[in-house]
């Protein structure tokens, strides 16, 4: 029912800041939570964050501290704010609902001097 696009994603230096945007289609964006997800190659996909519909948030520990989830429901649209970027923060980014439905393309996100 529901589908994302995930932007914002770019070269950045180790250090820099980042704001990803995911915008879902359809009309029951407001009734989820969201959950931001990453995946470089040869590695497991990782959750990075999680925001529900009140705005409760949850943080993994490698980027708590750094990263910020919020959202912006009149726009349907869920954001990632990323700060202090490390090289480590390098891969491509998804947003989806929780539960999950289908993935969108995702957005990639590389931090290298």
Not at 42 to 46: E, I, M, P, V
């Given at each position: 029912q529901v589908q994302f696009v995930e932007s914002g994603g770019g070269l950045v230096q180790p250090g820099g800041s980042l704001r990803l945007s995911c915008a879902a289609s359809g009309s029951?964006?407001?009734?989820y939570a969201?959950?931001?997800y990453r995946q470089a190659p040869?590695?497991?996909?990782?959750w990075v964050a999680r925001i529900t519909s009140g705005g409760n948030t949850n943080y993994a520990d490698s980027v708590k501290g750094r990263f910020t989830i919020s959202r912006d429901n009149s726009?349907?649209?869920?954001?990632l704010q990323m700060n202090t970027l490390k090289p480590e923060d390098t891969a491509v980014y998804y947003c989806n609902s929780i539960p999950m439905t289908h993935w969108g393309?995702?957005?990639q996100v590389t931090v290298s001097s």
């Open positions: 029951i964006f407001n009734i969201m959950g931001w040869g590695k497991q996909q990782q726009k349907n649209t869920t954001y393309q995702g957005t």
